[in-house]
Structures are given as structure tokens and as C-alpha cells.
């Protein structure tokens, strides 16, 4: 989604000024939301960027996960058990021992 008036594609980078961020918002703010990237300036001078957050994934589609795995080296039970025992305190902590 292009913002009228700053031209171009998602992926340019416009300036816009303090002035259409706040007499804009709402349409700076959806484009944003779909992607789009701004430079914010006053009295000519940049001040900051306006980007999209990162999307985080839910969830790692099963063909991604299989490719993955294909790839991770294997895991040896004793080796893991004997890591997690050096690190970890095995004894269950007794609340009222206090």
C-alpha cells in the first residue's frame, strides 16, 4: 500500500513531517501497519523513524520443522541427562524447611 502524496512503493522510505504525522495519523499509521516505513523530520532536520514491528510467528509450519530437524545433530540421552544434572539441583526444594 503506497501513501498518497509520498509516493512509491512499500519499500521506499519517505520523509514526512512532524506536521502530516499529526494532520495524517490515521493514514500514516495503516500504512505503516501494511509494511511501509517513514522518516520523520522537523524543520528539515530528521528526528526519527517510523517502521513496522516485526511479526512474530505462532508457530513453525511441520515442512519447516521436518527440514530443521534433518539438519540438527543428534542428541545422546545420557550426555543430555549428565549436562542438565551438573547444572540443574535435582532435590526438590521443600517450601517449609524454612
Keep these: 500500500m503506497a501513501l498518497k502524496g509520498y509516493g512509491g512503493a512499500v519499500s521506499a522510505q519517505p520523509e514526512i513531517t512532524q506536521r502530516d504525522l499529526r494532520t495524517r495519523s490515521r493514514e500514516i499509521m495503516d500504512a505503516v501497519q501494511s509494511g511501509q516505513s517513514f522518516t520523520v523530520t522537523r524543520d528539515g532536520h530528521r528526528i526519527g523513524e517510523l517502521i513496522p514491528l516485526r511479526?512474530?510467528?505462532r508457530y513453525v509450519p511441520r515442512d519447516e520443522f521436518a527440514a530443521m530437524s534433518r539438519t540438527a545433530p543428534d542428541v545422546f540421552l545420557d550426555a543430555f541427562r549428565?549436562?542438565?544434572d551438573t547444572v540443574a539441583e535435582q532435590?526438590?526444594?521443600d517450601p517449609y524447611a524454612r
Design 91 to 93: 532435590e526438590p526444594d
Design 55 to 57: 511479526q512474530r510467528r
Design 82 to 84: 549428565s549436562d542438565q
